[in-house]
T-cell receptor, first 113, second 113 residues
Framework: DAKTTQPNSMESNEEEPVHLPCNHS???????IHWYRQLPSQGPEYVIH???SNVNNRMASLAIAEDRKSSTLILHRATLRDAAVYYC??????????????FGTGTRLQVFP | EAQVTQNPRYLITVTGKKLTVTCSQN?????MSWYRQDPGLGLRQIYY???????DKGDVPEGYKVSRKEKRNFPLILESPSPNQTSLYFC????????????FGQGTRLTVV
């Protein structure tokens, strides 16, 4: 299974944009890039996912490098509620046994008022 | 409201006493999984199910059993719990394997003494 590498921690001030990087140099052509976050004392929560093109939703944007070996999760205006551990995950499309999200240790994001 | 419900949220038990952690989803999802989360190890998949009566081992299945008799329910069974199964457990469901959003329950914190 392809691995992802993320910084252990990052800091931001409230209402500033946050760019969370992820390296996945061994990604294969069928791997989707997912981002989840886990707030304290809660289960992981889906943020966004994509394959090749950049993606936007109400929570965040996902910028995927042209060679797909890295991606960046962008929170446009951080709030205190965005303080969480963010996981960048690769998962394969289709086929038996592909419903597996391989969580690394993630990036702990601190947001300061 | 889309929901994955786990029960109980907290459980303290003794070594060897069989227990079941229930998981139910209301989204008619085909895929369901169990994960355990341990400090420094992240979330690891225990078992997963692609549909009713279809289950398979994840990365850390030893000491666990599952069943999928109905689409909405996916209980995790510990026939003879041991202290090394003390952990935080999460159930998840999704509609399309590794390419769609997964929904996680709130977690079950299990302590085996």
């Amino acid at each position: 299974d392809a691995k992802t590498t993320q910084p252990n921690s990052m800091e931001s001030n409230e209402e500033e944009p946050v760019h969370l990087p992820c390296n996945h140099s061994t990604i294969s052509g069928t791997d989707y890039i997912h981002w989840y976050r886990q707030l304290p004392s809660q289960g992981p929560e889906y943020v966004i996912h994509g394959l090749t093109s950049n993606v936007n939703n109400r929570m965040a944007s996902l910028a995927i490098a042209e060679d797909r070996k890295s991606s960046t999760l962008i929170l446009h205006r951080a709030t205190l509620r965005d303080a969480a551990v963010y996981y960048c995950i690769l998962s394969k499309s289709g086929g038996y046994g592909t419903d597996k999200l391989i969580f690394g240790t993630g990036t702990r994001l601190q947001v300061f008022p | 409201e889309a929901q994955v419900t786990q029960n109980p949220r907290y459980l303290i038990t003794v070594t060897g006493k069989k227990l079941t952690v229930t998981c139910s989803q209301n989204m008619n999802h085909e895929y369901m999984s169990w994960y355990r989360q341990d400090p420094g190890l992240g979330l690891r998949q225990i078992y997963y199910s692609m549909n009713v009566e279809v289950t398979d081992k994840g990365d850390v299945p030893e000491g666990y059993k599952v069943s999928r008799k109905e689409k909405r329910n996916f209980p995790l069974i510990l026939e003879s719990p041991s202290p090394n199964q003390t952990s935080l457990y999460f159930c998840a469901s999704s509609s399309g394997g590794g390419v769609t959003e997964a929904f996680f329950g709130q977690g079950t914190r299990l302590t085996v003494v």
